[in-house]
C-alpha cells in the first residue's frame, strides 16, 4: 500500500493482477457480488493492499493470501440471492417462485475447483490433494521430530506446516538471502529476522557448509535430512 502511494505511475502496471485477483475471488460464488454494488465496493477497499501488490506470487491461488475477504465475497453472494428472490417473491405474490442462482453458484464452485484448488491439474505438488493425502516420508518425519520446542526455524513448505503454531517459522530460503546452495528467498524485508532462527532443517542432501548469515552454524546430516544448527550467538 505504501508503495502504491508513494509511486502511484506503478499502478498501471499492477491493474491487470488487480483484475485476475478479482476473478478469482470471485469464481466460486459465480460472480454473484458483482450484482451487489455496496459489497463489491468493500470487497475492494478491504483488499485493496492485495489488488495493489507487485509480488510476484500474488496471483497463485493455493495459500492464504485473500482469506480474510471469503465473509465478504460470500456475503456479497448470499445478499444477491435474498434479495433477488425477495423481489420475486414479491412481484409473484406466492412463495418460492424467485431465482435461486444455483446454476451459477454451482458452475462459479466447480470451474473454481478446476482451476484454483488442489483438484487442479496444474496445482504445485505441496498443494495437490494427492499430496495432502499421502503420508509423510520417514525424512519428513524426522525433520519434524528433530526441531525443539523453543526452537524458531527455516524450512521447506512441507516441514514448516507442521510448525505454524511457532512464533518464528519460515519457509526456506527465507529469511536467508545469500544461500550458497541455491534458493531465493522472495521477501528480502525478512532478512531482518535471520537472528532469531535457531535451526534450518532441509530434508535430502543440502550442502550448507559455507553458510554465513546469523551463524556460526554446525552442519550435520542424518536419516535423509540436513540439519543447520546454531553454535554460537548471531552476529
Known amino acids: 500500500m505504501g508503495d502504491a502511494l508513494t509511486h502511484p505511475w506503478r499502478l498501471s502496471l499492477v491493474v491487470p493482477t488487480a483484475i485476475w485477483q478479482l476473478l478469482l475471488w470471485l469464481l466460486p460464488v459465480g460472480f454473484l457480488p458483482l450484482r451487489r454494488p ?3 465496493l468493500a470487497l475492494i477497499v478491504a483488499g485493496l493492499p492485495l489488488l495493489l501488490s507487485s509480488w510476484g506470487g500474488i496471483l497463485q491461488p493455493w495459500w492464504h493470501h485473500a482469506a480474510f ?5 460470500v456475503g456479497g453472494a448470499l445478499e444477491t440471492i435474498g434479495r433477488n428472490s425477495r423481489r420475486a417473491q414479491a412481484s409473484a405474490g406466492t412463495a418460492g417462485k424467485g431465482p435461486s442462482h444455483s446454476r451459477e453458484l454451482v ?4 470451474a473454481a475447483l478446476a482451476v ?11 498443494v ?9 516420508s520417514p525424512a519428513d518425519r524426522y525433520a519434524v521430530d528433530a526441531v525443539g520446542a523453543d526452537e524458531h526455524v527455516s524450512a521447506p513448505n512441507q516441514i514448516a506446516a507442521q510448525l505454524a503454531h511457532r512464533t518464528d517459522v519460515y519457509i526456506w530460503s527465507c529469511p536467508f538471502t545469500n544461500v550458497p546452495s541455491g534458493g531465493h528467498c522472495s521477501h528480502p ?3 531482518l529476522r535471520i537472528n532469531r532462527i535457531d535451526l534450518i532443517v532441509l530434508p535430502g542432501v ?3 557448509s559455507h553458510l554465513t548469515e546469523g551463524g556460526p552454524w554446525t552442519v550435520t546430516y542424518h536419516n535423509g535430512v540436513t540439519i543447520a544448527r546454531r553454535t554460537g550467538p548471531a552476529p
Open 38 to 40: 455496496r459489497w463489491m
Open 69 to 73: 475477504l471469503v465473509p465478504l465475497i
Open 107 to 110: 458452475s462459479g464452485l466447480v
Open 116 to 126: 484454483a484448488s488442489p483438484f487442479a491439474f496444474w496445482a504445485p505438488d505441496q
Open 128 to 136: 495437490r490433494l494427492a499430496t495432502a493425502i499421502t503420508p509423510p
Open 189 to 191: 524485508n525478512l532478512a
Open 206 to 208: 543440502h550442502d550448507l
